[in-house]
């Protein structure tokens, strides 16, 4: 069997031409960048390299290279174990969730980032590791810069630990930076051998439609693979999801043309057979195959110009995958498989407008993906603030990740808790994992757990919407898998005391109420359409297809929903007892007091609500601050109508304002003023009204003058009297009218002779004058005037109407009254 060495010197690769910079770097236990195109051997070569240099200092553990995907670390394990001419699981195996294949003499391991992560978190000085590999780092996946930022925190511990980090077109400078904050590092960049590069630009009619590819972009990648593989032969074509891929094989494979699918869906049997099958092929591959796998044989690329990215959904709590155009490093990525060991050609579905217009790398994935399972291991780490990420949690993601956290009772008051340690071990999303855990733990039941957990991950291939029914679809080893995580860990998780049991017709809505608390929903009353509506725990509407089985049920939880066309809709869910929507909903049980102005009095009612949802109401004490509160916003809108104001209030707030309007130094009495002042309006009456008194028991008048000050107060008869005496020797009520201001209503006849006119703060009162019978014959504020230009028209007008009353010729003269002639003589 060949030796480490002896394997990495057989292979003519570009890597070779760095072997010193990376002996440098190992032997003088610095910290790497390596950066190295596709092919060329930094995958599969420099671990071997690495562990023979380390087995020269006598180093005795293993090496960890650590991949996102798993079809790549399978792939990259297999092909170091055959130049050493082994099978995997001797010197060189893999470890991922459900499949592990080492030994006692596994010296160089390959494993998913994911399943590192866990790892860390159960052992944070990685004992029995010599070196640590993050391999594909550019595709800034979650895992990988999450692992990248613990593996620093070990490095700062563990001197004698190596740490690089591998890419083929990694932002070098970005990585370099990070691995030396703390330490001294090394970047080396290894240039492959450039052949030569057709591009041939061959843009479909439609890249994108609403589900994704457009259909008129799989019918023209068909179409412009089968061209390719008749002139190239193996053609690799890049789709950018796992249901276009299906469908441009499929296309491709009716002409009569071999082809191979590569996705994570794809089993080990089938990878096999696309990556080592002899003779021309077409591959139709999602980005898996851009840099993690190597294909030999292919001098073609296809590229559809698409790919996959997360992006969180709020409503749904998830993040699910969009088609988005690719970036420029991923498009060269893609087209350097075409020309990596000769000289290729890369057919392009899109302009190469479209081209220069791509991002120049892929947005990492910390900027849109769902945070809740990231955030829970940050902390079981140490603090998500605090962690040397290539890129940091955004602020408003990891706040609402860590309110998800606080719900399923991982964090407290912003730190973690045994139960979310707990979590962080298991390895599954910590709302799954939370519900698989504890509904066993009740129930006694794994494997209905373990089914319906399944169906809520999306496990289950179906489309129905009662849970119940979809994980009656549930694969069979996803199912032993979850059941067995719920034997392992549930009895500790959930303690021994008090456990509550959950009947078998319950269980469906608990576990999903366990999982997702903000969406026990209920039932809203009301019109029944194509609809029916549920009320959220979280505050949101969810709607339930009327002929759904979810449709009849007051409870439901909903395990998956989607926002379309205004619609939150229920894709997946359960019916609740009422019972379980409680005791699950207990960490949101909330009563508040509720005071509204009802009748003319403060009423208040104590609601109880899970969440959003009202559970329950009962009468209430009015407790003060919120009758405060209440009473304010009502004068504000509303002003002082509502507590039914006297004469003597309204006219004293007339004037005042009439006086505050010419002297500001005098309070403006508006209604957002006097709800500013509601203490000093209200006063004394505070007892009366929290005990259900009217509004109208209110002393506004001396409400009022505390808020003016009682030493303006006395100035107001001053400057507004609230009557003056007429010449008649009656006195009449000074009025206030919102446009005229201050006026006086009188009959004509009691104001012969008035000359001198009061005023009021230098401005003369306002008379209406009115007709013996009250009504209204001339408004003036120029009396004189008046009775020197306009009052022979009236006295032409009135005197035959009113024969009874003195219309004299001079009113100058004339005596003033409000008497009739005969009662005159």
Not at 327 to 334: L, M
Request: hydrophobic share 40%; glycine share 8%; charged share 25%.
């Amino acid at each position: 069997m060949p030796t480490f060495l002896e394997a990495y010197d057989s292979a003519r690769l570009p890597i070779r031409a760095a072997t010193d910079q990376i002996r440098a770097a190992v032997q003088g236990r610095r910290r790497f960048v390596l950066s190295a195109s596709p092919g060329s051997g930094k995958t599969t070569l420099a671990p071997l390299l690495i562990r023979h240099l380390l087995d020269e200092d006598g180093a005795a553990g293993r090496i960890l290279i650590a991949q996102p995907r798993r079809v790549a670390v399978r792939s990259a394990a297999k092909y170091v174990a055959s130049i050493l001419g082994e099978r995997p699981g001797e010197r060189v195996g893999w470890t991922m969730r459900g499949d592990r294949i080492v030994s006692a003499k596994t010296r160089i391991e390959f494993t998913t980032t994911g399943t590192l992560l866990r790892r860390l978190i159960a052992n944070p000085d990685l004992p029995g590791v010599d070196a640590l590999l993050l391999d594909e780092v550019h595709e800034r996946h979650l895992d990988s810069d999450l692992a990248l930022a613990f593996a620093l925190d070990i490095a700062d511990m563990r001197g004698d630990l190596l740490i690089g980090v591998m890419s083929a077109t990694a932002d070098v400078k970005r990585f370099h930076a990070l691995l030396a904050s703390s330490a001294k590092a090394d970047a080396i960049e290894v240039s492959g051998k450039q052949y030569p590069l057709d591009v041939i630009w061959t843009p479909a009619a439609e890249s994108l439609d609403q589900r994704g590819a457009s259909k008129t972009l799989i019918n023209h990648m068909a179409n412009t693979a089968a061209q390719a593989f008749a002139k190239h032969g193996s053609t690799l074509v890049f789709a950018p999801s796992i249901r276009d891929v299906e469908q441009v094989a499929a296309l491709v494979r009716e002409r009569g043309i071999p082809t191979y699918q590569l996705h994570s869906g794809v089993d080990a049997r089938e990878q096999d057979q696309a990556l080592s099958a002899r003779g021309e092929r077409v591959i139709v591959a999602t980005d898996i195959a851009e840099t993690s796998l190597t294909v030999p044989g292919v001098h073609c690329v296809v590229d559809s110009g698409l790919a996959r990215a997360p992006r969180f959904d709020v409503s749904r709590e998830a993040a699910q995958l969009v088609t988005i155009h690719e970036s420029r490093s991923s498009a060269v990525q893609r087209a350097g498989r075409a020309h990596r060991t000769g000289p290729g050609t890369v057919y392009r579905c899109f302009r190469e407008t479209d081209f220069a217009r791509m991002s120049e790398f892929a947005a990492p994935e910390i900027d849109s993906a769902d945070l809740t399972e990231a955030t829970l291991l940050a902390h079981a780490w140490d603090s998500p603030t605090q962690l040397r990420l290539p890129s940091p949690f955004p602020a408003p993601a990891l706040a609402r990740a860590e309110q998800t956290l606080g719900r399923l009772g991982a964090l407290k008051e912003g730190e973690i808790t045994d139960a979310g340690r707990q979590l962080a071990s298991v390895p599954l999303d910590p709302r799954a994992a939370h519900a698989l855990l504890l509904a066993s733990a009740w129930s006694g039941r794994e494997n209905d757990v373990a089914r319906i957990v399944a169906a809520m991950s999306g496990y289950a291939q179906t489309r129905a919407t009662d849970i119940e029914a979809a994980a009656k679809a549930a694969p069979k080893q996803d199912v032993a898998r979850l059941a067995h995580i719920a034997s392992e860990f549930s009895e500790s998780y959930a303690g021994r005391a008090d456990l509550p049991t959950i009947a078998r017709e319950d269980l469906p809505g608990v576990v999903v109420g366990l999982a997702f608390p903000g969406r026990i929903a209920r039932r809203r009353e009301g019109a029944e359409g194509r609809y029916v509506r549920y009320l959220s725990a979280a505050g949101t509407g969810l709607s339930v297809e009327a002929s759904s089985p979810l449709a009849s049920d007051q409870w439901i939880a909903a395990a998956d929903v989607l926002n379309t066309g205004g619609e939150t809709k229920v894709l997946l869910g359960a019916a609740l007892n009422p019972k379980w929507a409680r005791q699950i909903g207990a960490g949101m049980l909330s009563e508040t007091i509720e005071v509204e102005l009802a009748g003319g009095r403060l009423r208040a009612r104590a609601l109880q609500k899970i969440g959003a949802i009202p559970v329950g109401d009962s009468a209430a004490e009015v407790p003060i601050e919120e009758a405060r509160q209440v009473l304010a916003d009502a004068v504000r809108n509303r002003g002082l109508a509502l507590f039914n104001p006297g004469r003597a209030a309204e006219d004293l707030i007339r004037r005042a304002r009439y006086i505050s309007g010419r002297d500001p130094s005098w309070p403006e009495l508006s209604n957002e003023q006097l709800a500013s002042h509601i203490d000093e309006l209200v006063g004394g009456a505070w007892p009366k009204l929290l005990a259900g008194a009217p509004l109208r028991e209110v002393d506004l008048v001396t409400g009022l003058k505390t808020i003016i000050g009682w030493d303006k107060v006395a100035q107001i008869d001053q400057f507004i009297p609230t009557s003056i005496q007429l010449p008649s020797g009656n006195r009449a009520r000074v009025t206030f009218d919102s446009e005229r201001g201050p006026t006086v209503r009188v009959k004509l006849q009691e104001t012969f002779g008035f000359k001198e006119v009061p005023r009021v703060l230098g401005e003369p009162l306002t008379f209406e004058l009115l007709s013996p019978a009250g009504r209204p014959l001339a408004i003036t504020s120029d009396l004189e005037t008046f009775f020197n230009e306009t009052y022979a028209q009236v006295r032409a007008e009135m005197r035959g109407r009113y024969p009874k009353h003195p219309w004299p010729e001079d009113p100058w003269s004339a005596q003033a009254t409000r008497k009739t002639n005969a009662r005159l003589r």
